[in-house]
C-alpha cells in the first residue's frame, strides 16, 4: 500500500476551515483515498473516501487533485468536538487498513 | 446499541499470564478485523476473517496469539504467556465486505491492555 506523509499535528480556533493534507506520491491507478478520525479511547471512525476530484459529505469535503499525487481533507467550521487525529489512508484492499502516526488535530476556544 | 462491542474494556494481567479479549461485530456483517495500537501511533493490522475463516495474519501475530470466529459471529483474540511489549489496546472492526473490498469499517471501543 502506499506510504502517506501527514503533518504531526495542526492547531485552529472554533469556526475556521481546517485543511490537512496528506502525500502519496506512489499512489496507484486504482487506490483509492481514505481519511478517519479517532478521538482519545475510542477506536477510529471513518470520515470520508474518494478517488478523484472532490468528495463532500455531512461532515468533511475531500479535495483530490488530478495527480492523485496528495488530498486535502476539508472540515469547515470546526468546534472543539473536532479536536482529534486524523489518518489518511490509501489502498485499493480496505480489508488491511494501514494507518500512518496521523494528524493531531486541537482545536481552540 | 448495534455498533462493535468488545470486552473487557480494560484488562490488567501479569506477565506469563493468559488473556482472552472477545468482540461482537454489527450483525449484518461478515467481515472482522482485529488491530493492535499502542501510545502515539496509528492501529496495526493483526489479522482478519470472511466469515469464520481466518483470511491474513500479519507478522506481529506471534505464534503466542490466536484469534478465532466460530460460526462467524463474534471473535475471540487470545494471547499466551503475555509479555509487557503486549501492553496495546486492541481494536476489533467490521464490515460488510462489499465487492471490491471497498466498505469502510466500523470499529468498537477496544480492550486496553496493560501487562505488569
Known amino acids: 500500500l502506499a506510504k502517506t506523509t501527514q503533518p504531526i499535528s495542526m492547531d485552529s480556533y472554533e469556526g475556521q476551515e481546517v485543511n490537512i493534507t496528506c502525500s502519496h506520491n506512489n499512489i496507484a491507478t486504482n487506490d483509492y483515498i481514505t481519511w478517519y478520525q479517532q478521538f482519545p479511547s475510542q477506536g477510529p471512525r471513518f470520515i470520508i473516501q474518494?478517488?478523484?476530484t472532490k468528495v463532500t459529505n455531512e461532515v468533511a469535503s475531500l479535495f483530490i487533485p488530478a495527480d492523485r499525487k496528495s488530498s486535502t481533507l476539508s472540515l469547515p467550521r470546526v468546534s472543539l468536538s473536532d479536536t482529534a487525529v486524523y489518518y489518511c489512508?490509501?489502498?485499493?484492499?480496505?480489508?488491511?487498513?494501514?494507518f500512518g502516526t496521523g494528524t493531531r488535530l486541537q482545536v481552540f476556544p | 446499541d448495534t455498533g462493535v462491542s468488545q470486552d473487557p474494556r480494560h484488562k490488567i494481567t501479569k506477565r506469563g499470564q493468559n488473556v482472552t479479549f472477545r468482540c461482537d461485530p454489527i450483525s449484518e456483517h461478515n467481515r472482522l478485523y482485529w488491530y493492535r495500537q499502542t501510545l502515539g501511533q496509528g492501529p496495526e493490522f493483526l489479522t482478519y476473517f470472511q466469515n469464520e475463516a481466518q483470511l491474513e495474519k500479519s507478522r506481529l501475530l506471534s505464534d503466542r496469539f490466536s484469534a478465532e470466529r466460530p460460526k462467524g459471529s463474534f471473535s475471540t483474540l487470545e494471547i499466551q504467556r503475555t509479555e509487557q511489549g503486549d501492553s496495546a489496546m486492541y481494536l476489533c472492526a467490521s464490515s460488510p465486505g462489499l465487492a471490491g473490498g471497498l466498505s469502510e469499517q466500523f470499529f468498537g471501543p477496544g480492550t486496553r491492555l496493560t501487562v505488569l
Open positions: 489512508l490509501v489502498g485499493i484492499n480496505t480489508d488491511k487498513l494501514i
Open positions: 474518494g478517488y478523484k
